[in-house]
């Protein structure tokens, strides 16, 4: 069977049309192997635009083809999905939805993989492969979505139970599951390169002092605020680019963004970011110490590298292995000048410190001889970590490969 022939079913865990993370930059390279049936989460007509990523009010299933190996479609719930009552028939419905689709359709899936921790397993018919493909510590970060806890603990040990394959992102992540009886299989995320061609002027980039610390990416509870007020106590200007999770209310917040030498643009496309990228000198992923960012993987740590940008990011454990695989080629004082790691809060600011002066002297014209190209080196180390790689491991562990 070739891969005009083979399909796999993607229940994703985000709508396709959000900011593009794990589920789209994953399929939109697997579609090498297979073609793809991407079900996004379901809506219902009473879902907001905000939460519809802005696209019209539906009513009923909406079948889209994105190209010629990936087809699309969003599912259609009853209003309060998510409410204790009505949530029950939320994934019946969904996969009634998705398997008469796919009648019509004339589509059989070789692959099913979820990505969340929904009843959408084990009901494809046999000789379906049944994976459950995990970007985040679901349990982990309940609280911080507004979920039960113990709703996502059972909902967890249920989609182990059911999945044939069980992959995941991170190692920590792996020896959770591990603990809870399943054989996880890590495939790390990818990273997205920026093309400095794409990066335009930004009429509201105002000029900043350099270097510039630059913020980009979801703003919410996982972030340690102590981090970010130290570097910007420390004098640094500051860049801060993304949307503002709204049950996020620490007053400090909106005292850091009101001084003088911070910025703070807001949320921004896709599109848009190559040019805050080339606006910052360093950036940062400041996370405190959760049980759910303990076992993330900082993906926006490297696409700061991935846009020639060195990085400040705390301590997680898999950033300390990207660190550590990057010294295996540069040395452990350039991989430090490079994607440099943070203890805790208090400290940011001093690392922080330590990589603007590495970045100040490199950037020296009579300080070039003997200086590393610290932007050439990042940029080199996240293209062994790109998107494609991942999916070619990925299409091997579920046997497209």
């Not at 922080?352 to 002297?361: E, K, L, Y």
Request: hydrophobic content about 40%; some cysteine.
């Amino acid at each position: 069977m070739t891969g005009n022939d083979r399909h796999v079913l993607w229940l994703a865990g985000v709508s396709w049309d959000g900011i593009p993370g794990a589920d789209r930059q994953m399929v939109t390279c697997l579609k090498r192997h297979s073609r793809i049936f991407y079900v996004d989460p379901p809506v219902s007509p009473a879902t907001r635009a905000r939460s519809r990523n802005g696209s019209r009010r539906l009513f009923r299933p909406r079948l889209q083809v994105i190209d010629e190996r990936v087809t699309r479609l969003t599912p259609v719930v009853l209003p309060g999905l998510s409410r204790p009552v009505v949530r029950a028939t939320t994934a019946p419905i969904v996969r009634r939805q998705v398997k008469a689709t796919l009648a019509r359709q004339g589509i059989r899936p070789q692959v099913v993989v979820s990505t969340s921790l929904e009843d959408v397993l084990g009901y494809w018919g046999d000789g379906v492969l049944n994976v459950l493909y995990g970007t985040d510590n679901y349990v982990g970060g309940a609280e911080l979505m507004g979920l039960s806890v113990s709703r996502q603990q059972a909902q967890e040990r249920r989609a182990l139970g059911k999945a044939d394959k069980v992959i995941c992102v991170t190692p920590p992540l792996a020896g959770r599951w591990a603990d809870l009886g399943a054989s996880p299989q890590v495939v790390l995320p990818g990273c997205v390169l920026t093309d400095p061609s794409d990066a335009r002027s930004a009429a509201d980039i105002p000029s900043l002092p350099r270097p510039v610390v630059g913020l980009i990416g979801q703003l919410s509870d996982r972030l340690d605020l102590d981090a970010m007020v130290a570097v910007a106590d420390a004098g640094f200007a500051m860049l801060i680019v993304g949307p503002l999770n709204r049950g996020w209310s620490d007053p400090r917040f909106k005292q850091l963004i009101e001084r003088d030498h911070v910025h703070y643009v807001g949320p921004v496309s896709p599109a848009q970011v190559p040019s805050y990228l080339a606006a910052i000198d360093i950036g940062i992923t400041p996370y405190r110490d959760t049980p759910f960012n303990r076992t993330a993987y900082p993906l926006k740590t490297m696409e700061y590298l991935g846009a020639g940008v060195p990085a400040v990011t705390s301590a997680m454990a898999t950033a300390k292995w990207l660190r550590d695989d990057l010294a295996k080629t540069v040395g452990d004082d350039v991989a430090d000048q490079i994607l440099a790691l943070a203890p805790d809060g208090a400290g940011f600011a001093t690392v922080v410190s330590r990589v603007a002066d590495a970045v100040a002297q490199a950037a020296r014209p009579s300080g070039r001889n003997g200086q590393p190209d610290l932007s050439g080196q990042a940029i080199e180390f996240a293209s062994r970590h790109t998107w494609a790689p991942r999916a070619d491991e990925f299409a091997a562990a579920i046997g497209l490969g």
